[in-house]
C-alpha cells in the first residue's frame, strides 16, 4: 500500500471546477481534491478554497490572461486532469475541450442527482479510455477516484 502511494507522488493532477460559473458545489470541490492529494500534486487545488468566490482569483496585476496563460501551462504538464462537470462553467468546458487536443487522460464527474443533464459535448466525447465520464452520488466519490488511480496505476 505504501509503496503505490509512492509511485503516485510525482504524478501532477489537474482538477477542473466552476469559479465564475457558480461556487455551489465547493465542498464536494473540496472533498475531491484532499482525495487526489493521495495521488499527486493537484496544480489547481486553488480551486477547493472557501476563500475563492465566483468573482474568481485577484489577478489585479496581468488580468485574466495570467490565469489563462498559467492554467494552460499547468495543462500542458498534468498527467490527468479530473473535473466535476456537475455545476456548468464555461472555463471548465474550455480546460477540457483544450485537454482533448492535448491528449490528455481526462475523468469527468457528474452527479444526476442534481436534476442537471450534462452537456452532449462532454457526455458525448466519451469514446475511448483517456476520456471517461463518471456519473456518481456525493458519497461515492472517493472510491469512484480510488477505482480511476488503480487502473492509472496499470496503464
Ligand atoms: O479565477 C480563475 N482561476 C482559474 O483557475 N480558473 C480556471 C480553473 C477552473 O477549472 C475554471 C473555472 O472556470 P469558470 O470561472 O468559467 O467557472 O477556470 C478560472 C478562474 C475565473 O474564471
Redesign the pocket.
Given at each position: 500500500m505504501s509503496q503505490k502511494i509512492k509511485t503516485y507522488t510525482t504524478m501532477n493532477i489537474y482538477f477542473?471546477?466552476?469559479?465564475?460559473?457558480g461556487r455551489q458545489d465547493i465542498n464536494i470541490y473540496q472533498k475531491i481534491v484532499n482525495k487526489l492529494q493521495q495521488y499527486g500534486k493537484v496544480l489547481?487545488e486553488?480551486?477547493s478554497y472557501d476563500s475563492l468566490s465566483e468573482k474568481?482569483?485577484d489577478?489585479a496585476l496581468d488580468g485574466?490572461k495570467s490565469?489563462h496563460d498559467r492554467?494552460m501551462e499547468w495543462l500542458i504538464k498534468a498527467d490527468v486532469i479530473i473535473a466535476e462537470v456537475t455545476q456548468p462553467?464555461?472555463?471548465?468546458g474550455y480546460?477540457l475541450g483544450r485537454a482533448v487536443a492535448l491528449n490528455k487522460k481526462v475523468l469527468c464527474l457528474f452527479r444526476p442527482e442534481s436534476g442537471k443533464v450534462l452537456s452532449a459535448m462532454i457526455r458525448g466525447a466519451s469514446t475511448n479510455s483517456l476520456f471517461q465520464v463518471q456519473d456518481y452520488r456525493e458519497e461515492d466519490v472517493e472510491s469512484y477516484l480510488e477505482k480511476y488511480f488503480d487502473c492509472f496505476s496499470k496503464n
Open positions: 477542473c471546477g466552476s469559479i465564475r460559473g489547481t486553488h480551486i474568481g482569483e489577478a485574466d490565469i492554467d462553467s464555461l472555463g471548465v480546460e
